[in-house]
Structure formats: structure tokens, C-alpha cells
T-cell receptor, first 116, second 112 residues
Framework: AQTVTQSQPEMSVQEAETVTLSCTYD???????LFWYKQPPSRQMILVIR??????QNATENRFSVNFQKAAKSFSLKISDSQLGDAAMYFC?????????????FGKGTKLTVNP | NAGVTQTPKFRVLKTGQSMTLLCAQD?????MYWYRQDPGMGLRLIHY???????AKGEVPDGYNVSRLKKQNFLLGLESAAPSQTSVYFC???????????FGPGTRLTVL
């Protein structure tokens, strides 16, 4: 079974600075998808970024980028120019590309605090 | 376009009572899911559906039942609520496997 580990329960960053959230995963599959979701205090789960395992190029979305290291099974999220609105829980998630494996496997989350 | 909606937003039950959580999506998505979120546990899949009339068990299905009679709706039922089912429940939907899952706002359920 696949597992996702987020080793940093809490992180903090100064406004306008850069922070990196770590995520590692365990799988024997070669094709899969990886996601970072943001959950602000409103509880709404919001997709931040998505990466297909067969793509070597790291995904980017504005101030958010990932460092995908397939061999190391690592998928870290970098937030540049941090803003107060970035404060939230961040969840890393894995999904198999094979039919029948429909679930997202989530890590336990990292709580990000942004200090003004 | 409301996205994914969940009814109700909050509910308190007594042990042994039953209830149904309703999830609705207006994006014509094929796949729908029910997750529960517990402190320190992340989200775990309860049941899911890959199309109208289909359901399948997820990681933690015991004590729950689901139905997908219409493509846009996915119902989660608790026949006899237990305190261990106190949690926040999220519904999600996606167009197809591997695509983004869109989440509802969650339902906070407390079982006394």
C-alpha cells in the first residue's frame, strides 16, 4: 500500500520570504499523480499544484513550485514571496494512475504560519 | 456554478441514531468520493463511486453506506452512529481518474 509522509507538522515563514514543505512517499508503481492541497481555516480543500510522475519537468503555479525527485520519492512544495493568505494546512497526496485505485492517499499535513 | 456542496454543514447525533449526508456536484463529474478527516490523521477515503449506480469501498468503510442513484448526488449514510464516527466529512468529485478532485466545504459531525 502506498504511504505519504510529511515530516514537518508545523512550519513558519516571514511574509515575503520563501518556505519549502517536505513530502516523501512510498510506492512500487511507476505511474502516478502527486498533489499539494491547501486547507485554510475555512476547511475548504483547495488544489495548489499537480504533478504527473511521467513528467520530469517540475510543475509550477505562480508562486508555488515543486521539486519532484522520482528516484528519491520526494515531492516538496516551495512557496515564494509568502503572503499572509498562504497560512493554512498543506497536504501532500498520492494517486495511482492504474484503474481501480481511485483514492487519494494523504499525508498528515503541515501547518504553515506566515508571520507579518 | 456551485461546484461541490454538502448538506448539512454541522450535525450532532446521539449514539445509535442514523443520518444521511448529501453531496451534490454540478460539474458533470463521473467520480465522487467520501472522506473523513480526523485530527493528526489527514483524510481517509470511506467510499467512492465511478459513475451513476456504482459504489465501492475505500480505506475505512465500516459503519457507513453510500448510494449514487443520480450522477450529481452521492449520499453517505450512518445507520447507527458511534462516537468513533465523530469527524469532519468531505465529499469530492473529479471528471476522471488522475484529474483534480474538487472538494466540498465539509460537514462536522459529532456523535455523543
Amino acid at each position: 500500500a502506498q504511504t505519504v509522509t510529511q515530516s514537518q507538522p508545523e512550519m513558519s515563514v516571514q511574509e515575503a520570504e520563501t518556505v519549502t514543505l517536505s513530502c516523501t512517499y512510498d510506492t512500487s508503481e511507476s505511474d502516478y499523480y502527486l498533489f499539494w492541497y491547501k486547507q485554510p481555516p475555512s476547511r475548504q480543500m483547495i488544489l495548489v499544484i499537480r504533478q504527473e510522475a511521467y513528467k520530469q519537468q517540475n510543475a509550477t503555479e505562480n508562486r508555488f513550485s515543486v521539486n519532484f525527485q522520482k528516484a528519491a520519492k520526494s515531492f516538496s512544495l516551495k512557496i515564494s514571496d509568502s503572503q499572509l493568505g498562504d497560512a493554512a494546512m498543506y497536504f501532500c497526496a498520492y494517486r495511482s494512475a492504474w484503474g481501480g485505485s481511485e483514492k487519494l492517499v494523504f499525508g498528515k499535513g503541515t501547518k504553515l504560519t506566515v508571520n507579518p | 456554478n456551485a461546484g461541490v456542496t454538502q448538506t448539512p454543514k454541522f450535525r450532532v447525533l446521539k449514539t445509535g441514531q442514523s443520518m444521511t449526508l448529501l453531496c451534490a456536484q454540478d460539474m458533470n463529474h463521473e467520480y465522487m468520493y467520501w472522506y473523513r478527516q480526523d485530527p493528526g490523521m489527514g483524510l481517509r477515503l470511506i467510499h467512492y463511486s465511478v459513475g451513476e449506480g456504482t459504489t465501492a469501498k475505500g480505506e475505512v468503510p465500516d459503519g457507513y453506506n453510500v448510494s449514487r442513484l443520480k450522477k450529481q448526488n452521492f449520499l453517505l449514510g450512518l445507520e447507527s452512529a458511534a462516537p468513533s464516527q465523530t469527524s469532519v466529512y468531505f465529499c469530492a468529485s473529479s471528471y476522471f481518474q488522475g484529474y483534480e478532485q474538487f472538494f466540498g466545504p465539509g460537514t462536522r459531525l459529532t456523535v455523543l
